[in-house]
């Protein structure tokens, strides 16, 4: 193992020496905010689980079974993430890393170096699961009244649980990086993990868990317990698992560890079989890499200057900013899957309106709808704020070592800005505008509240988009391999930071003035005069903000970017 220890040395070296860097007060704020966040999602999961259970408990002759059935579900979720994330990460570190020359150069055994990129990347694609499924096995210890070897055997099998994901997943990436160029093969493998992925979401949210909780959606009291008992397959590392945590529960000691011995049996099994296999295919998967990777789909003809007609109303300079932008994004089929993902989420997005049961709430249906529509209105907008930080704000960032040539370009900065705003601005405004007027038409609100929404959301989408613009100018990352990088700085945090502000401050603004029209309307009553300004006020004072979100950060990103260039 020193071989192995010893290229696993600069990975914790690299991690220790970055609080010791330059920008050292740059990371402990992003650590401090991101730890901060983290926190709240971790006690958000566990006060969510522990609520949920102690519902169960209180539900006599179901309550367990509920319990065991959330277990199971919660499971396969995580499995499932495991798997999408192995698979990425397995391709990264074994085939596309750029000190695998270097690495490979040393008088090292190639199964030694597979083995040590192997750890790596099962420890990458699985901290963040390991941290974030331990609330939910905690709220279970604690209402379940569980003792230590419960959650002794929570840790007993979460090492196989994770060891098993990653080995399936690097066994899939062996298997088709024999065959296929690694740079082609991460556009095959990332289009496919998403793809699994969207499956797994709509699949799971055709489901609808929720009636797992009402009985009354079944034809029978047999059919529910059926529902609710049906066991997993015995050949899933899930059941296994589950089988293990259940027994542990029920105070079985024998039991917990036969089932706890299946996942290491098996998982050991996994680690040998894809080590023997890395002998034989793994430098030949190596060798392919080396060479150019292919588009997995061909743009040229849309590509030609022919097929781009529609800007020759531009001039010369803004029109080839503008047609360099288009053929970048197409080129790159990187992020192909993650558009596939907000479709399918925005698909789920609508659905859960659609099955929202509004009819039976103890609000009046008409209160409610018009709430529900109105709290749409800031969900459709941190939605935008998300993808914005994801898409828009690395935009100028994305421009890498190469922005040198933008710079000796006759473009102003201020122009190449505004021709970034802009081909973000269209299609962020359609789809938000899509979600909701689409949401606002399955609520059935009143004309009201439609217009307001749409209006709104008109204004808040160019300032989001500007705020994204302006702040990644302002806090560029030209080194950045993956945009993800930028979106994780510390301009992408004051950047969402902003961006909730501003949400925050407009939903504000609007909830009283929007509450006394939707009154006066349904009890069919006027509006004071005195009402009327300061309705009229609080409705102007939003596009003001929006205004000034726009021009402001747009500003200071050219003035920023001015001066850091020259």
């Known amino acids: 193992m020193r071989e192995i220890l010893i290229l696993l040395k600069p990975r914790f070296w690299s991690f220790r020496n970055s609080f010791s860097a330059s920008g050292i007060r740059e990371k402990k704020l992003k650590f401090l905010f991101f730890g901060a966040i983290g926190l709240a999602f971790w006690v958000g999961i566990f006060a969510i689980f522990y609520r949920v259970l102690t519902y169960f408990q209180g539900t006599e002759a179901f309550g367990d079974i509920l319990a065991y059935k959330l277990l199971s579900m919660t499971l396969i979720t995580f499995f499932s993430l495991l798997l999408f994330s192995s698979i990425l990460t397995a391709l990264s570190k074994l085939y596309l890393s750029k000190d695998l020359a270097l690495v490979h150069s040393m008088p090292v055994r190639t199964e030694k170096i597979f083995l040590a990129r192997w750890f790596e990347s099962a420890l990458d694609s699985s901290w963040m699961v390991l941290i974030y499924s331990l609330p939910v096995f905690l709220s279970y210890g604690i209402v379940f009244k569980a003792g230590p070897v419960f959650y002794g055997t929570v840790i007993f099998n979460l090492v196989p649980f994770c060891l098993i994901a990653s080995s399936l997943s690097t066994l899939v990436v062996l298997a088709v990086a024999g065959l296929l160029p690694a740079g082609r093969l991460r556009g095959i493998l990332a289009i496919l993990a998403g793809v699994l992925f969207i499956i797994l979401v709509i699949a799971f949210r055709i ?16 059919l529910y317990v059926q529902a609710l008992e049906t066991p997993g397959s015995p050949l899933l590392p899930t059941t296994w698992m589950m089988d293990s945590l259940r027994a542990a529960l029920s105070g079985s000691v024998t039991g917990s560890l036969f089932h706890a011995a299946l996942s290491w049996s098996f998982s050991l099994t996994l680690i040998f079989t894809t080590m023997g296999l890395s002998g034989t295919i793994y430098l030949k998967g190596l060798s392919r890499a080396q060479s150019v990777p292919g588009r997995l789909f061909a743009f040229r003809r849309l590509m030609k200057s022919g097929r781009l007609r529609i800007f020759n109303f531009l001039p010369g300079p803004v029109r080839a900013i503008t047609v360099k932008e288009i053929r970048t994004f197409l080129r ?67 421009e890498g070592p190469a922005f040198w040539i933008v710079r000796s370009s006759p473009v102003p900065i201020g122009v190449f800005l505004w021709i970034k705003f802009y081909i973000f601005l269209i299609p962020l405004l359609i789809l938000t505008e899509t979600l909701t007027v689409a949401s606002n038409l399955l609520l059935h609100v009143t004309p009201f509240m439609m217009a307001l929404s749409v209006i709104t959301v008109f204004f808040m989408v160019p300032a989001i988009v500007a705020m994204g613009i302006g702040l990644g100018a302002a806090y560029p990352d030209f080194q950045s391999e993956n945009p993800a990088q930028s979106a994780t700085s510390l301009g992408g945090l004051i950047y969402m930071t902003l961006c909730a502000g501003l949400i925050g401050a407009v939903i504000v603004l609007e909830a009283g003035p929007a509450y006394t029209i939707f009154m006066a309307g349904v009890r069919s009553k006027s509006i004071a005069p005195f009402q009327w300004v300061w309705i009229s006020l609080a409705f102007a004072v939003v596009p003001v903000i929006c205004a000034l979100a726009v021009i402001l950060p747009m500003r200071w990103g050219e003035k920023k970017l001015n001066l850091d260039q020259s």
């Open 207 to 222: 489901m609808r868990p929720e009636r797992l909780v009402n009985p009354a959606a079944f034809s029978s009291v047999m």
């Open 332 to 398: 790159d089929q990187t992020q192909w899957p993650q558009l596939f993902l907000i479709l399918a989420l925005v698909a789920i997005y609508l659905y859960n309106f659609y099955v929202l049961p509004v009819d039976k709430s103890m609000i009046k249906m008409e209160y409610l709808q018009n709430i529900l529509s109105f709290l749409n209105m800031g969900l459709s907008t941190f939605v935008l704020a998300a993808l914005s930080a994801r898409f828009v704000f690395p935009a100028v960032s994305n």
